[in-house]
């Protein structure tokens, strides 16, 4: 236990509890005084200081009522033919046009996305049938050389000769 970060533990306690606005300081200090004493590094004890004090952090409202006996004031509610609209009600509206234009968006694309899907289905049968086709390719290749071959003989033989028959007449 060093006491000088026993000390600074303290001071570092106490001015996060102001910086953070915390409701109970002492918790925090509490905090601060055994981190001190337990930690040997600085940074460590002000770390845990650090987060404890976010723990205990008091977030003000955005419009704090009105202190005092006074009845809090009830906004007014803007009449619907107004001039000026409310721009948090633009914001929505533009959102929501937003909105819709990606939902439209977003069918086109899956729609895109399906006729990929068939298209590629197809293809994949078409390149089946390519593929069966290439295999049975050699086999017609040797049928066509064996016909060449048989072409080629038949070409080599001469034609015969064909005299010329005379009917034998009767004597």
Request: net charge positive.
């Amino acid at each position: 236990m060093n006491p000088l970060n026993l000390i600074m533990s303290y001071f570092i306690a106490n001015s996060r509890a102001e910086y953070y606005n915390v409701k109970d300081p002492q918790e925090i200090q509490k905090t601060g005084l055994i981190a001190g004493m337990i930690s040997t590094n600085p940074i460590i004890s002000y770390l845990l200081i650090e987060n404890k004090a976010k723990e205990l952090q008091v977030i003000p409202a955005r419009n704090p009522a009105p202190t005092g006996t006074a009845t809090p004031a009830i906004p007014a509610i803007p009449a619907p033919n107004a001039t000026t609209p409310d721009p948090i009600l633009v914001k929505l509206e533009e959102l929501d046009k937003k909105l819709g234009e990606n939902q439209k968006a977003i069918t086109e694309l899956n729609k895109k996305a399906e006729s990929i899907e068939k298209s590629s289905q197809e293809n994949k049968t078409a390149i089946e049938s390519i593929n069966t086709k290439i295999v049975e390719l050699p086999k017609v290749i040797d049928r066509i050389n064996v016909l060449e071959k048989k072409v080629e003989m038949l070409s080599a033989v001469k034609p015969a000769v064909v005299a010329e028959v005379k009917p034998l007449t009767k004597k």
